[in-house]
Each structure stands twice: as structure tokens, then as C-alpha cells.
């Protein structure tokens, strides 16, 4: 019952920005030089690869569990915000940081793993191109050591 409270919830505020949220971030912007943040098509795009990502997330019983507490909506916002400025755009980051808010969770391999493998599947879904893939993977991945807490 709480995975389908979560999923329930989760859908509904993935919900909100998916009507404005361009259909593929590939094709947003044109790809070129500049940010990151540019380059996958600005906040509507990040937007639109978090939300789908939530929604994959929120199926996955290997790991939906450790959202269940979550107040989804701030949880949202917090993720948009770190990929947007890690991504290199004008937004900041308002939340604790990862080893804080990870700590005692006992989140394993397999689990950040899974995590990993439903961003790449929403990237893919939304035609992020390669480049822009890697990258944002790259900025991402070391977080691991911040959230996993097995050896």
C-alpha cells in the first residue's frame, strides 16, 4: 500500500510540467556550444528528463521504497535544481548535501545503480544526444560515493 501511496503521488507531481515540457530535449535547442544547461534545452528539458525519471522510479520496487517519506514535490524541485546548476545553469542548489541526506538510508550498489539506469533510459527516451548524455552522467556519477553506504 505505501508503494502505490508513493507511486500515486509521485505521478501526480511529475504531472504538473509535462504539459509545457518540450517532447524530446534533444530537439529543444539545437545543439552547439555553451552550458550544459544550454545545450540540453534550459530548465523546460531538465524538467521534462526529471519528471520522466520519477515516473520510472516510482514503479521500481527495488528502490521506490526509499522515497516513500519524501515530500515529493520539494524532492522534485531539489533535483531540478542540482542538475540545473551542475549542468552549469543559473539556478542554486537549495538542498543538504548528499552524504547528509543519504546517511543511515543504507542505500547499496545495485540500488544508486538502478537509479543510474532509469536517468540513461529517460535520457534515451528524450534523445539527449551522446555527448550531452556523458556529460551530464559524468557530473553526476561522482555522487556515488556521497550515497552509496556498503563498500
Do not use: W
Request: charged share 25%.
Amino acid at each position: 500500500m505505501r508503494h502505490l501511496v508513493f507511486a500515486t503521488l509521485l505521478c501526480a507531481a511529475c504531472a504538473t510540467s509535462k504539459a509545457n515540457a518540450p517532447q524530446n530535449v534533444g530537439e529543444s535547442k539545437p545543439a552547439a556550444r555553451g552550458t550544459l544547461f544550454d545545450r540540453l534545452g534550459g530548465r523546460p528539458a531538465i524538467e521534462a528528463v526529471i519528471d520522466d525519471f520519477f515516473g520510472r522510479v516510482s514503479r521500481d520496487e527495488r528502490i521506490n521504497a526509499s522515497f516513500a517519506g519524501a515530500h515529493l514535490p520539494r524532492l522534485r524541485q531539489r533535483l531540478v535544481e542540482q542538475v540545473c546548476a551542475a549542468s552549469g545553469g543559473p539556478c542554486t542548489y537549495s538542498g543538504r548535501d548528499m552524504k547528509t541526506v543519504h546517511a543511515g538510508m543504507g542505500i547499496t550498489g545495485a540500488q544508486f545503480d538502478a537509479l543510474v539506469g532509469h536517468l540513461v533510459a529517460t535520457l534515451d527516451k528524450l534523445e539527449v544526444p551522446e555527448k550531452e548524455k556523458a556529460e551530464l552522467l559524468s557530473v553526476l556519477g561522482p555522487m556515488r560515493g556521497d550515497i552509496v553506504e556498503e563498500p
